[in-house]
């Protein structure tokens, strides 16, 4: 059972463009967080939202918590090359440290 | 500052064969996870520990499958005996208290042939 849900799964877009990726879920989370893998890598954390509705950014990434903690976006101002890599979100229940994983946004941005 | 080592980074082995993969989490991280991640199914979570002590094995898919923490600086992950849809990255990753920020390892890309 997948329990969260990431879209969209590929996205191709031109340097420059904005976008938008989102999480959704039917659960409730205590906390969310957002993972950026790049090939032959493991994912990297970007960011943990918490509390619903949190909105917190990181340079041109926008990070939101939805307001029922069951959901979240990331959205991305003027993409660069830079920011081409699979996109993770993942979701916390308030039992230990368990993490569950959506199943990735592959974002590629062409030059 | 040393982040979470994994080995081998690449792993080729023969079906029937017994694998072990390895895993060094963050000096005073308290939580270990084993994941795996596929093209199919994405990241599932294997199992993971608490102080050294297995908490949620539900993810391990079958008894070929086992893990072990003896400390808090070393777990392993075996299969016995490997299979080809055993065949995926798999990777450690530790954390620090009740907050799941997580922290992955470079991961172990295993082939079974």
């Known amino acids: 059972t997948q329990l969260l849900e990431q879209s969209p799964q590929f996205l191709s877009i031109q340097e420059g463009e904005n976008l938008t990726v989102y999480c959704n879920s039917s659960?409730?989370?205590?906390?969310l967080q957002w993972y950026r893998q790049e090939p032959g890598e493991g994912p990297v954390l970007l960011v943990t939202?918490?509390?619903?509705?949190e909105v917190k950014k990181l340079k041109r990434l926008t990070f939101q918590f939805g307001d029922a903690r069951k959901d979240s976006s990331l959205h991305i101002t003027a993409a660069q090359p830079g920011d081409t890599g699979l996109y993770l979100c993942?979701?916390?229940?308030?039992?230990?440290?368990?993490?569950?994983f959506g199943q990735g946004t592959e974002l590629s941005v062409k030059p | 500052d040393a982040g979470v080592i994994q080995s081998p980074r690449h792993e080729v082995t023969e079906m029937g064969q017994e694998v072990t993969l390895r895993c060094k989490p963050i000096?005073?991280?308290?939580?270990l996870f084993w994941y795996r991640q596929t093209m199919m199914r994405g990241l599932e979570l294997l199992i993971y520990?608490?102080?050294?002590?297995?908490?949620?094995d539900s993810g391990m898919p079958e008894d070929r499958f086992s893990a072990k923490m003896p400390n808090a600086s070393f777990s392993t992950l075996k299969i016995q005996p490997s299979e080809p849809r055993d065949s995926a990255v798999y990777f450690c990753?530790?954390?620090?208290?009740?907050?799941?920020?997580?922290?992955f390892g470079q991961g172990t890309r295993l082939t079974v042939v």
């Open positions: 990753a530790s954390s620090l208290g009740q907050g799941p920020k997580a922290f």
């Open positions: 659960s409730v989370f205590s906390s």
């Open positions: 939202v918490v509390t619903g509705g």
């Open positions: 993942a979701g916390a229940y308030n039992q230990g440290g368990k993490l569950i």
């Open positions: 000096s005073g991280h308290d939580y």
């Open positions: 520990f608490n102080n050294n002590v297995p908490i949620d």
